[in-house]
């Protein structure tokens, strides 16, 4: 396949990009670096099967030929950076995913969009399953991104009911792996930033609040499942191993042997309290489910992290 791929420099995007080109496909990424970074996808450089061009797709722009599948994963999807670029993050959830919607396309062609768990708000339903509406504060700091792709949703499903388009949406829960920024605010790269320089370990409030983190490589693996499915609705695409931000922190200090000690910090503006995917979905749907345990993902993590200290 000819495939178009928004956000390809990204944590996420560079994974698949790198995916789809062992599969045999083509790849032109599509990438402004506001999040992203060239260095994520420099090794693809002299692949003679990806292109890189440097694009907002927010802006109006033409792209070269016709695609089999256009995927739209670009967006600042941290919390810093979504705080950060609150106006970014509205603009490529809303203009950029019409504007790759409308990307040309050859016959009975695809189009995947990348959503988030974040639809869900914080969840009064727990697992959350898709069915699920959502209880998103709509004018909290958190808002430009969760209404950003909640609009990304309703406009996808008008492509796919007024021009039949055949699109695929996954829910994405928090993710996980080497190519994430180490400064971008998530707790991941955070709590193993701080560990592995034996600083305070900052938990925010008191460290109920639950997570539940997937690697990248199952995500990835979830995300071309979905690709090549029938399926039209949402489908959350996670790991469903829940754990509390006190329990994370306790279980980096083990893995890392960190002398680093656990300091409690003000908890952020309708921060979640619970999230965990209900894969019942993925997994009949699909036949995914994830298979990368924790200590696993977060040994190949720290090693990355560890490879790229200045
Ligand atoms: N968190 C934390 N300490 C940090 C960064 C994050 O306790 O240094 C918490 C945060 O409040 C949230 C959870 O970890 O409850 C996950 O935060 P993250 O920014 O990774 O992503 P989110 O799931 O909130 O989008």
């Not at 189009?111 to 998103?136: A, I, K, M």
Request: aromatic share 10%; with cysteine; hydrophobic share 35%.
């Amino acid at each position: 396949m000819r495939i178009l791929l928004s956000g390809a420099a990204g944590f996420i995007g560079s994974h698949l990009s790198d995916r789809l080109i062992a599969d045999g496909h083509h790849v032109v990424g599509l990438d402004n670096l506001l999040s992203g970074n060239l260095r994520n996808i420099a090794h693809l450089e002299s692949e003679p099967r990806f292109a890189f061009r440097h694009q907002d797709v927010s802006q109006p722009f033409q792209a070269e030929g016709t695609f089999d599948a256009v995927l739209h994963l670009a967006s600042p999807a941290s919390p810093k950076d979504y705080l950060d670029y609150p106006v970014e993050t509205l603009l490529v959830g809303s203009v950029g995913t019409r504007n790759m919607l409308e990307c040309p396309v050859a016959g009975n062609s695809l189009f995947l969009l990348t959503s988030t768990s974040e639809c869900y708000g914080d969840p009064t339903e727990h697992p959350q399953r898709e069915t699920y509406w959502g209880n998103v504060n709509p004018v909290g700091p958190r808002s430009c991104y969760d209404e950003s792709k909640r609009f990304a949703e309703a406009i996808t499903m008008a492509y796919h009911r007024r021009f039949g388009l055949r699109t695929r949406i996954a829910r994405i829960f928090n993710t996980y792996g080497p190519r994430m920024k180490l400064n971008d605010g998530r707790v991941v790269p955070a709590f193993l930033d701080q560990a592995l320089h034996g600083v305070p370990i900052t938990v925010f409030g008191d460290g109920s609040q639950t997570r539940s983190f997937c690697y990248v490589s199952d995500l990835v693996d979830g995300l071309i499942r979905l690709l090549h499915s029938q399926e039209s609705y949402p489908v959350n695409i996670g790991n469903p191993q829940e754990m509390t931000m006190r329990e994370f922190a306790e279980y980096i200090q083990e893995l890392t042997g960190t002398p680093s000690p656990i300091e409690f910090h003000p908890l952020p503006e309708d921060d979640p309290k619970r999230r965990q995917p209900d894969i019942t979905r993925a997994k009949t749907l699909l036949g995914w489910e994830p298979k990368v345990a924790l200590r696993e993902g977060l040994t190949q993590t720290i090693a990355y992290f560890q490879s790229t200290a200045d």
